[in-house]
């Protein structure tokens, strides 16, 4: 059992499997240029478009004092059924309620004309996935100051009885070349609304949470995709990928992955026996966050206490 998971491990956890989202065909109108919430306490600028997420747009506003943040516009048409509001709440009641260095600060959410607007502290670098796509994969050490920032989050959240549930590269955002874990609980809202079918890649769903619903999934799913995403940095793509859902499904069920196999693109033992412990099936046999930042990976060379942003572009140089 993981020593750190909190005894409680039923609070904060929504009921489901967190399905992929599925992108609404017909874009939402433009929020207006000046953001604002119906009593005028708070307007804002709307100075950029972020990114389209699966749920909602994000777009980057500024407030009267210069200060940039980031606004995800939730459409009041999205937000018809009583059940979506009240989880639309409950999900953010949990962002909220989380403080850490290494997770997307939840600033406020208000209400205007047309829309819910939950804003949110900018991380201008975008997300690992984006960096991954500039790179082919990341070097080890990188990887590792990636991954001690990712279980030491965990262990903060994990001890908050907050189960993330949704990691992946995605999700990571980055402030300079500091993680930022984001996107809390909009699955957890979609998947409530009933409404969606299974799109997109689900490569990082723990293999408990689609073939063990009757014994539930803990804190141990966000081990797994701890794993997931340690194998994705170093290889460069997702240990189960395919094209096809169900098979992604069958591969994560079978525990079908493989290393591949010639230097340089084959990643050091160590790291693989990490990634092998990890994508273990039965969570009760996952390793603990502890024993993870413990495994000797973490001891065959530094893990720099920061990296330079030109390690967006090219390997650093640590000579
Ligand atoms: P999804 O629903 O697909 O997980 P999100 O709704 O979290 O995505 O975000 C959609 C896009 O908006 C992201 O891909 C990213 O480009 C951008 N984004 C989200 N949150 C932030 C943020 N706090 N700072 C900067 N960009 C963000």
């Known amino acids: 059992r993981n020593p750190l998971a909190p005894a409680d491990t039923n609070a904060a956890v929504p009921p489901s499997p967190p399905l992929p989202r599925q992108n609404s065909k017909t874009t939402p109108p433009s929020p207006p240029n000046i953001i604002a919430d119906k009593s005028g306490r708070h307007k804002f600028q709307r100075v950029g478009f972020l990114g389209e997420g699966g749920f909602a747009p994000v777009y980057e506003i500024m407030d009267p004092a210069n200060k940039r943040l980031a606004c995800k516009v939730v459409t009041m048409s999205s937000l018809k059924t009583k059940k979506a ?43 690992l996935m984006d960096l991954l796509r500039h790179r082919q994969r990341f070097t080890e050490l990188k990887a590792r100051f990636f991954v001690v920032q990712l279980t030491g989050t965990c262990q ?29 609980g909009l699955a957890a809202l979609i998947e409530s609304a009933g409404e969606q079918t299974i799109c997109g890649t689900p490569n990082y769903i723990a293999p408990e949470v689609l073939f063990d619903t009757a014994s539930g999934h803990s804190f141990e799913v966000d081990t797994w995709s701890i794993g997931v995403i ?12 395919t094209k096809d859902v169900k098979a992604i499904y069958q591969k994560i069920r079978n525990n079908d992955y493989s290393f591949p196999a010639p230097p340089p693109a084959s990643p050091s033992v160590p790291s693989r026996n990490l990634i092998t412990d990890i994508l273990t099936q039965d969570p009760a046999q996952r390793p603990s966050l502890l024993s993870i930042v413990a495994h000797e990976w973490f001891l065959m060379g530094p893990v720099p206490a920061y990296i ?3 390690a967006h572009d090219s390997p650093p140089d640590w000579s």
């Open 85 to 127: 509001k009240t989880k639309l709440y409950a999900d953010m009641k949990i962002h909220r309620s989380l403080s850490h260095p290494n997770i997307v600060g939840f600033i406020d959410c208000f209400e205007g004309d047309d829309n819910v607007y939950i804003t949110l502290e900018l991380c201008s670098s975008g997300s």
């Open 156 to 184: 903060y959240m994990h001890n908050q009885s907050v189960i993330h549930r949704d990691l992946k590269l995605g999700n990571l955002f980055l402030d300079g070349l500091n993680i930022k874990v984001g996107d809390f």
């Open 230 to 241: 340690l194998y994705t940095l170093v290889v460069g793509r997702p240990p189960f990928q």
């Open 308 to 310: 330079p942003t030109s």
